[in-house]
């Protein structure tokens, strides 16, 4: 009878008779799988909050490990995500560009509250521009003049701070300053990138919170 050998070899051992060999792998951990508890819906994500543009926005921001994030509206398409399992192919029809990377950008107060103005400005008629928002809240008046419409900015546990200085993160062509934000996002502001795409960002977070629920209410509030 032949005489088996054993070698044990990292992650597995290796079993070898003459010319016949098995490689025995240790199995990987299942990744997470995040579950919706509520339907996360785009609609009206142009001219203000949404559900799935909530988990959107707290998933970019979770990714770029920043104080505030931002997806605009021109990066969600329309539909509803049903209660169930979050996973890419739920995720994609949903996004513009599911492949989409992100960015991190160092942007003061005031640049940030010039964006939130710009996001507005159309308001309450829909705009790819509107941003959905992450780590900060804000009140807004669609009445009042251009430029004037924010009233108040709440971020992290107080009021926003022009002359403070915010990390934020976005969708990378955001950044650089798409849908008309290049008077307050531009490459030079950018302090790094990542390369994992939006719909992947977005399961990922689903997966390390488990079950969420949006109500798409609560961090735009039009006056």
């Known amino acids: ?31 997470a799988q995040g579950q919706a508890a509520t339907p996360l819906a785009t609609a009206m994500c142009d001219s203000q909050e ?16 920043a104080d505030i994030g931002f997806v605009a509206a021109i990066s969600l398409r329309s ?4 209660p169930g399992p979050i996973t890419a192919d739920r995720v994609t029809p949903l996004l513009a560009n599911p492949n989409e990377g992100w960015a991190v950008s160092r942007l003061t107060g005031a640049q940030i509250r010039g964006a939130l103005e710009h996001a507005v400005r159309t308001a309450p008629l829909p705009s790819n521009s509107f941003l959905q928002v992450s780590g900060l809240s804000f009140d807004y008046s669609a009445s009042a003049p251009r430029d004037q419409r924010v009233k108040a900015v709440r971020a992290g546990l ?9 990390t934020v993160a976005m969708p990378l062509s955001l950044a650089k300053g798409g849908s008309g934000f290049f008077k307050f996002f531009t490459k030079e502001a950018i302090t790094s990138q990542g390369n994992t795409g939006l719909a992947e960002v977005i399961v990922d977070y689903a997966g390390r919170q488990g079950t969420i629920s949006y109500t798409g209410v609560g961090r735009i509030n039009a006056q």
């Open 50 to 65: 949404c559900s799935f543009g909530d988990l959107a926005a707290d998933a970019v921001r979770a990714a770029g490990n």
């Open 79 to 82: 539909g509803t995500l049903a």
């Open 1 to 31: 009878m032949t005489k088996l050998r054993a070698t044990l070899l990292g992650s597995g051992v290796v079993v070898a008779a003459g010319v016949l060999a098995a490689v025995l792998i240790w199995p990987r951990p299942v990744q």
């Open 158 to 166: 107080g009021e926003l701070s022009d002359s403070a200085t915010y």
